[in-house]
């Protein structure tokens, strides 16, 4: 199976294609945008540019052999990487080993199935010992093309996991100077979390959020979902597809990010109930492992808490939760939730946030939010 084709961007891919044929495109770029909207889609369509054997005015031929390889991601001069849940088990150069196998299984699976839905980044994990991986490669020659690129999704989860100053040095050297003609684009949907000196040795780019209707034709084209879910899942994907596709049913169940939504709202539900032992109950609820699943999840009570914030001063036609408007009308009726303090609650979601990147146990991160998030929306 190959990549779907690039959704939107137009303009962007262009003003890729015209910098490539002036010879400008820069050897290390970072897109960043937010998330699901196809930046790393878009890293890959810069690789094929740059690795085309006849490229057009207006981007790769598609057709040379080059191109074939490259949407199917076999081109041997295309590497790709991204999150991965650390292998158990292993560790130091056996460790890497065992990396770069479960990244060339992850790699296989998308050649079969090439749609995924954005949270998936937080709840694999991070990068360990990639750098030794990306520069032992960029050290070697290109086998096909006249030079190497190197795709690194998620960017930011990637240098401050670094243990070594060596290795984030090593990789800071390779954005810097690369090797011969190599290529790196990074991609990243908080540039604000990458070291600075990254930040300085990349040029920015912006891949802006996509068209709700464009998010439409896909979902219709590319899944199988009927015409109301897909048209529910785009009002609710803020211009992200990653996003879209986490809302369609997965089989029987509901899509991992509507089930995130849910126990979003459950959470500030039981917020907003003076009952302490309710937010007990609902943190045992919780795995006491794995907080990093933690983190789409406090994406989503942000996204419940703007809505209550909304409807409390009369925006009510603002809220991203479209279909629970009346719901939200009613929690904000029969409940001394204070607008003004909605401020303050997402502060305790961010410092939640931090506690799941930093592996605390869920059970006790939820419980703490329940906590500070009555003091906050209620004031007890
Ligand atoms: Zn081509």
């Known amino acids: 199976m190959s990549l779907h ?36 889609r878009v890293a890959l369509w810069i690789a094929q540019l740059t690795i085309c054997e006849r490229p057009a005015a207006d981007g790769p031929c598609e057709k040379c052999g080059a191109c074939r390889m490259a949407v199917k991601l076999e081109h041997p001069d295309v590497h790709w990487y991204f999150p991965l849940a650390r292998p158990k088990g292993v560790a130091g150069d056996r460790l890497v080993t065992a990396l770069e196998d479960a990244r060339m299984q992850a790699l296989e699976d998308l050649r079969a199935e090439p749609l995924y839905a954005s949270h998936t980044a937080d709840v694999r994990g991070l990068y360990f010992g990639i750098t030794k991986t990306i520069r032992r490669q960029a050290h070697l020659r290109p086998n096909m093309a006249p030079g190497q690129v190197f795709i690194i999704g998620n960017a930011e989860l990637l240098v401050p996991q670094e243990a070594s100053p060596e290795a984030a040095n090593a990789l800071l050297k390779l954005l810097e100077e690369p090797p011969g003609t190599s290529r790196f684009i990074l991609t990243s949907s908080e540039p604000g979390r990458l070291l600075p000196t ?25 899944t199988d979902a009927d015409r109301e879910t897909t048209k529910w899942a785009c009002k609710l994907s803020q211009g992200s597809i990653g996003r879209a596709l986490g809302f369609l049913p997965d089989g029987q169940e509901e899509g991992p990010l509507e089930s ?40 989503f009570i942000e996204e419940w808490l703007r809505d209550l914030g909304a409807i409390a001063s009369g925006a009510g036609d603002r809220v991203f939760n479209f279909d629970e408007r009346s719901h939200l009308q009613e929690l904000v009726a029969r409940t001394p939730i204070r607008g003004s303090e909605i401020v303050l609650a997402l502060t305790e979601v961010e410092q939640a946030r931090e506690l799941a990147r930093g592996n605390v146990n869920p059970q006790l991160i939820v419980n703490g939010l329940v906590r500070n998030l009555r003091r906050r929306l209620i004031g007890t």
């Open 198 to 222: 990254i930040l300085s040795r990349t040029v920015a780019l912006h891949v802006a959020p996509l068209g709700t209707d464009l998010i439409d034709i896909f979902l219709s084209e590319q």
């Open 5 to 40: 084709p690039v959704v939107g961007h137009e303009d962007f891919l262009s003003s890729m294609a015209r910098a490539h044929e002036r010879t400008s495109l820069p050897s290390s770029l970072l897109l960043h945008g937010p998330r699901g909207v196809g930046k790393q």
């Open 260 to 299: 995130l939504r849910r126990q979003a709202l459950a959470l500030i539900e039981v917020a907003v109930v003076r009952d302490p032992g309710q937010g007990y109950e609902l943190s045992l609820s919780y795995p006491s492992a794995g907080a990093r699943s933690l983190i789409p999840l406090c994406t």
